[in-house]
């Protein structure tokens, strides 16, 4: 593989969860989580994704590590197709894939102590022997910047911020190349929050690992990302450089999330956009563009035909967004 090639290519991501009714359980339709989700992303890059609740962002992530199995499309990490691997053929990618959880609290085993949880990925893998795997955990907890005289304690002796802390060397156990972080400070004070996204960043710096990292706070996606991506309702439609996305968004659902955005001076920042009636289901999306029934901008042909990406900015920097504003045939 060629430095320039992605280590990570999503083409056609879907996953559709089915809905089951009637008398022998048949199902009658199809919950669309993620539909169609095409994205790349570079080592030691951080791609941001962000969007209201419920618009895809965390079973795009699972689904791209296959802690969900997705229903269609492909992701390749370094050229390799990993949705069509089995299990054995699974496991060495399964090392370089590894996922931050988002509540500190229920992603720890309290039924385990600090060395058996940072211990299990490397006896799963069997990574060096016995001695060395206790002294890998060791250095875990300094890295994270916790002591090793935590190692025996159990998860309820600890903060939010020290589970999220155990949470991020339990991730780094396996020396990944990517990580999946899934709002992994929202459940945290906000006082707690900077200190997890500066450990994130010196650690991305450190060893190069790329991170998918998934927030609805857009504040914290502008702080960690070189790149945003956009959801609504299972679909990506906007991609950028994050500078330019936040100086300049295109897509009139991006508008409004940036519009809501606080000022440090009211008054002086943008108007904010109010969007109109309720997210539709994903087991029932509208025609065309998904966004079109709340879109201050609508036209007749957003009803009816679904926009493709178009490339906005340069072959350096693309910025691309899928709206029929924007669109060849505008």
Same mark, same amino acid.
């Given at each position: 593989?060629?430095?320039?090639?992605?280590?990570?290519?999503?083409?056609?991501?879907?996953?559709?969860?089915?809905?089951?009714?009637?008398?022998? &359980? &048949?199902?009658? !339709?199809?919950?669309?989580?993620?539909?169609?989700?095409?994205? %790349?992303?570079?080592?030691? %890059?951080?791609?941001?994704?962000?969007?209201?609740?419920?618009?895809?962002?965390?079973?795009?992530?699972?689904?791209?590590?296959?802690? %969900?199995?997705?229903?269609?499309?492909?992701?390749?990490?370094?050229?390799?197709?990993?949705?069509?691997?089995?299990?054995?053929?699974?496991?060495?990618?399964?090392?370089?894939?590894?996922?931050?959880?988002?509540?500190?609290?229920? *992603?720890?085993?309290?039924?385990?102590?600090?060395?058996?949880?940072?211990?299990?990925?490397? @006896? $799963?893998?069997?990574?060096?022997?016995?001695?060395? &795997?206790?002294?890998?955990?060791?250095?875990?907890?300094?890295?994270?910047?916790?002591? +090793?005289?935590?190692?025996?304690?159990?998860?309820?002796?600890?903060?939010?911020?020290?589970?999220?802390?155990?949470?991020?060397?339990? +991730?780094? *156990?396996?020396?990944?190349?990517?990580?999946?972080?899934?709002?992994?400070? *929202? !459940?945290?004070?906000?006082?707690? %929050? *900077?200190?997890?996204?500066?450990? $994130?960043?010196?650690?991305?710096?450190?060893?190069?690992?790329?991170?998918?990292?998934?927030?609805?706070?857009?504040?914290? $996606?502008?702080?960690?990302?070189?790149?945003?991506?956009?959801?609504?309702?299972?679909?990506?439609?906007?991609?950028?450089?994050?500078? !330019?996305?936040?100086?300049?968004?295109?897509?009139?659902?991006?508008?409004?999330?940036?519009? !809501? $955005?606080?000022?440090?001076?009211?008054?002086?920042?943008?108007?904010?956009?109010?969007?109109?009636?309720?997210?539709?289901?994903?087991?029932?999306?509208?025609?065309?563009?998904?966004?079109?029934?709340?879109?201050? @901008? +609508?036209?007749?042909?957003?009803?009816?035909?679904?926009?493709?990406?178009?490339?906005?900015?340069?072959?350096?920097?693309?910025? +691309?967004?899928?709206?029929?504003?924007?669109?060849?045939?505008?």
């Amino acid at each position: 593989m060629s430095e320039a090639a992605p280590l990570l290519q999503v083409d056609g991501l879907r996953k559709y969860f089915p809905v089951r009714g009637g008398l022998f &359980r &048949r199902v009658v !339709a199809q919950v669309r989580a993620v539909d169609d989700v095409t994205l %790349q992303l570079r080592r030691g %890059q951080t791609f941001g994704l962000v969007g209201e609740s419920g618009c895809g962002k965390s079973t795009l992530g699972r689904s791209i590590i296959r802690l %969900q199995e997705p229903t269609g499309g492909r992701v390749l990490l370094d050229g390799t197709d990993i949705t069509r691997l089995g299990r054995q053929a699974l496991l060495p990618y399964r090392r370089r894939m590894q996922m931050i959880f988002q509540d500190p609290y229920a *992603s720890l085993s309290p039924r385990r102590t600090v060395a058996q949880t940072l211990r299990e990925p490397l @006896d $799963i893998h069997q990574i060096g022997t016995p001695k060395e &795997r206790e002294h890998q955990v060791s250095q875990l907890l300094d890295v994270v910047g916790m002591s +090793a005289r935590v190692l025996n304690r159990y998860p309820h002796e600890f903060s939010g911020g020290q589970r999220q802390r155990i949470g991020i060397a339990r +991730a780094l *156990s396996l020396k990944p190349d990517l990580i999946v972080a899934d709002e992994p400070v *929202s !459940a945290l004070d906000v006082s707690v %929050q *900077s200190q997890i996204l500066n450990l $994130i960043a010196d650690l991305q710096r450190e060893h190069g690992i790329a991170f998918l990292f998934i927030a609805h706070d857009l504040a914290v $996606i502008q702080h960690v990302s070189d790149v945003v991506g956009v959801m609504y309702l299972g679909k990506l439609v906007e991609v950028a450089d994050a500078t !330019a996305l936040y100086s300049s968004p295109k897509h009139p659902y991006t508008r409004a999330l940036m519009s !809501a $955005i606080p000022q440090p001076e009211p008054g002086s920042g943008r108007q904010r956009i109010m969007l109109e009636g309720d997210v539709p289901s994903p087991m029932n999306p509208p025609s065309g563009c998904p966004f079109h029934t709340r879109c201050p @901008d +609508a036209m007749a042909k957003c009803a009816e035909l679904t926009p493709q990406f178009t490339n906005l900015g340069s072959e350096r920097s693309p910025h +691309a967004v899928s709206c029929h504003l924007y669109g060849h045939d505008s």
